[in-house]
């Protein structure tokens, strides 16, 4: 059976597609509704509820007076629906380390290839970071600069939908680094060596090398994810 999409659900994406395409930016202005009932040739009563539906999710802000404007970034809005699934649908902890497995061997190998000089020094620095919190046993330290270091190989990928599905998953997987970095100095000691490998490879420049410590570092933190998922993370 064919699933029929609403007109004005189908509308909203066409307009934010529209935005896209264009580049609009935050506060710039969208055609008025006559022009994007003639644009997309559909009636002003779904061009309207479109436009309701992405003022309702921030997309747009609508003025009586004025028009309708860009009020976030189309990336933001991306990032904003995602999670607001995430929090809707209880993420099982399989179909967390299969996602894991399958994306973040590739963003590694990209940031290898595209990392910027400012990309190594941050990254350099999360890997410090994480070693100050090793020494003092500080697991929230960890956890704060092990969620900054993945981000930031997303960032050095120069990828940019690699960058909105780590922030959308961020707040997900951060809630089990917390859990993961409080089960003793010995996990942490073992995470700490498991990111300088991959620190190094994508120094060196070298996608397989760090593709293939990433995907080392995502199967021994299986374990440790799978001890925590009995508490209530999600």
Do not use: C
């Amino acid at each position: 059976m064919t699933l029929q999409v609403p007109i004005a659900v189908e509308t909203a994406y066409r307009i934010r597609r529209l935005i896209a395409e264009r580049g609009l930016r935050p506060g710039d202005k969208l055609p008025s509704e006559r022009e994007l009932t003639k644009m997309l040739g559909v009636s002003r009563t779904s061009v309207r509820s479109a436009l309701k539906e992405l003022e309702a999710t921030g997309i747009a802000e609508i003025s009586a007076a004025r028009g309708t404007f860009v009020s976030m970034d189309g990336s933001k809005s991306i990032v904003t629906s995602i999670q607001g699934w995430f929090e809707a649908n209880r993420l099982s902890l399989p179909e967390l380390i299969e996602f894991r497995r399958a994306i973040e061997p590739a963003v590694a190998a990209a940031a290898a290839q595209h990392r910027a000089e400012s990309d190594l020094q941050l990254l350099s620095g999360q890997v410090e970071a994480m070693r100050r919190s090793v020494r003092s046993n500080d697991a929230p330290g960890f956890s704060r600069a092990d969620n900054a270091f993945h981000r930031q190989i997303a960032v050095a990928s120069n990828n940019r939908l690699f960058l909105i599905m780590a922030d959308a998953t961020g707040e997900t997987l951060r809630l089990y680094r917390e859990a993961a970095a409080r089960l003793g100095p010995a996990m942490l000691r073992r995470s700490l060596q498991d990111h300088g490998a991959i620190l190094d490879a994508i120094v060196r420049g070298e996608p397989d090398g760090a593709r293939d410590a990433m995907l080392r570092h995502i199967v021994e933190t299986v374990i440790d994810f799978h001890i925590v998922s009995r508490e209530d993370l999600l």
